[in-house]
């Protein structure tokens, strides 16, 4: 299980928030890091958004890639968030309002949406 989550606007600062990654196995391999954003997000969703994107490329991927070739088989990764509007975002590959976010944040909410669903 990959869990993903943000503090939205967590730094008083400078009001950028924070993107937190799980990486739970079966067994006692577990990884977890934490990392600031590097641009201010508008909502909480955006900062979920982009927390489940660090999430997926940093841990996820690197992951499936090793484990993959070593069980001989394809793999799914399961990623939870605790927003639902974030959540519908990811199912349904939308998001109408957050356009800006392939160039604020260099997020791609349809390939978010093809590497869940995939």
């Known amino acids: 299980y990959l869990y993903t989550d943000a503090d939205f606007a967590g730094d008083r600062n400078d009001l950028k928030s924070t993107?937190?990654?799980f990486l739970?196995?079966?067994g006692p391999q577990r990884r977890g890091q934490s990392k600031k954003q590097t641009?201010?997000?508008?909502?909480?969703v955006e900062a979920e958004l982009v927390a489940c994107n660090h999430g997926l490329r940093s841990e996820g991927l690197p992951a499936l890639l090793?484990?993959?070739?070593?069980?001989?088989?394809?793999?799914?990764?399961r990623p939870y968030r605790d927003n639902q509007a974030t959540m519908r975002i990811i199912?349904?590959?939308?998001?109408a309002t957050l356009g800006h976010i392939r160039r604020w944040h260099q997020?791609?909410?349809?390939?978010l949406h093809e590497t869940v669903k995939g």
Do not use: M
Not at 39 to 44: D, E, Y
Not at 66 to 77: D, T
Not at 91 to 95: I, L, P, R
């Open 19 to 21: 993107s937190g990654v």
């Open 24 to 26: 739970a196995v079966s």
């Open 39 to 44: 641009a201010v997000t508008r909502s909480t």
């Open 66 to 77: 090793l484990w993959e070739p070593s069980f001989g088989r394809k793999i799914s990764l």
């Open 91 to 95: 199912q349904t590959g939308k998001a």
């Open 107 to 111: 997020i791609c909410v349809d390939w």
